[in-house]
């Protein structure tokens, strides 16, 4: 018994070092935003990296969010200090907007615990980790699905995933706004709980890629 407690103790010593301590949170919570749909939307700060006509992106990294089991995590947990530009550039690939990315260190990634490099650096390893359903990637032509759909679509394409590690949210118009994908703190996936929320949309509408 005192082994094993030992062991649990070493091994959570060990993720803390590695990914960090932060704020009070339980699991990171990878948001993929649906460019086309965004795009599309009245309001919001469009980005023409992202929203110009011709890039043709599909999901694209809107941010990695320390989560609750039970509700949203922790938010703004320090000053942090601008990104700098040289990770600004690597992480355009990703997050294809500047102000996105400082917006996201600022806001979530200085609760993680770690430090900028390494907060963006489990975003590009998460968000690696995610393949994106084949019909889903840069559609052709306007698709309607149900939530659930989208959500067994991602499993299926990510047979290493819980099925319960992914989650759909909407806009209001039922428009597709995000897949949400869950990890533990050391990035494995897992199981999302009700505080990833959900779309109530009984139909969910997704633009072609333009």
Not at 138 to 150: C, D, G, T, V
Not at 174 to 187: N, V, Y
Request: hydrophobic share 35%.
């Amino acid at each position: 018994m005192l082994a094993s407690s030992f062991t649990r103790l070493l091994a959570a010593a060990f993720v803390s070092a590695v990914f960090g301590a932060g704020a009070d949170f339980d699991y990171y919570l990878l948001s993929l935003s649906y460019a086309p749909d965004f795009c599309a939307q009245p309001t919001g700060n469009k980005d023409p990296r992202e929203c110009t006509s011709g890039r043709r992106l599909g999901f694209i990294v809107h941010g990695l969010w320390p989560q609750g089991e039970s509700g949203r995590g922790p938010d703004r947990c320090g000053p942090g200090r601008p990104v700098s530009r040289s990770l600004v550039q690597l992480m355009l690939n990703y997050i294809p907007s500047e102000s996105l990315i400082q917006h996201e260190w600022t806001n979530h990634g200085t609760c993680s615990g770690l430090s900028a490099a390494d907060y963006f650096a489990a975003i590009r390893k998460t968000r690696d980790s995610v393949k994106i359903p084949d019909d889903l990637k840069q559609p052709a032509q306007q698709i309607q699905l149900r939530p659930s759909e989208i959500e067994e679509k991602f499993a299926a394409a990510n047979p290493a995933f819980p099925r319960e590690a992914f989650r759909v949210s909407c806009y209001r118009d039922g428009e597709l706004q995000e897949a949400r994908i869950c990890f533990s703190k050391d990035l494995s996936p897992r199981a999302c709980t009700v505080s990833a929320g959900a779309c109530p949309a009984r139909s969910v509408t997704i633009l072609p890629a333009r």
